[in-house]
């Protein structure tokens, strides 16, 4: 079983930034596509993913040129820098894993998930 920790949350005011990341403590997931997810009332979307090198990456449009994924094959670990944040980016975030080295954009296509890390916007 691989555990996904996320941290970084918090809360913040509208316009201002978080970075958000996600370890696999002993584990490397160095070949698996990394994906983050939000969720808030009634909604799940994902936010953003990145293939196994980070070679390509994927953004909704909602944060576009706002959000960026990376990641640290090294340090197993995956990060979300969101910048110029809005109320509505208010959710619980989860970073998930993919045993494939393609990310996706289906929830249902990530194979472990993290417990989430609550993002507050205040306007």
């Known amino acids: 079983q691989v555990q996904l920790v996320e941290s970084g949350g918090g809360l913040v005011q509208a316009g201002g930034s978080l970075r958000l990341s996600c370890a696999a403590p002993g584990r490397t997931f160095s070949n698996a596509a990394m994906g983050w997810f939000r969720q808030a009332p009634g909604k799940r979307e994902i936010v953003a993913a990145i293939n196994w090198n980070g070679g390509l990456r994927y953004y909704s449009d909602s944060v576009k040129g706002r959000f960026t994924i990376s990641r640290d094959n090294a340090k197993s670990t995956v990060y979300l820098q969101m910048n110029s944040l809005k109320p509505e980016d208010t959710a619980v975030y989860y970073c998930?894993?993919?045993?494939?080295?393609?990310?996706?954009?289906?929830?249902?296509?990530?194979?472990?998930w993290g417990q989430g890390t609550q993002v507050t916007v205040s306007s």
């Open positions: 998930a894993a993919r045993v494939s080295s393609a990310y996706s954009t289906a929830a249902n296509d990530y194979n472990y």
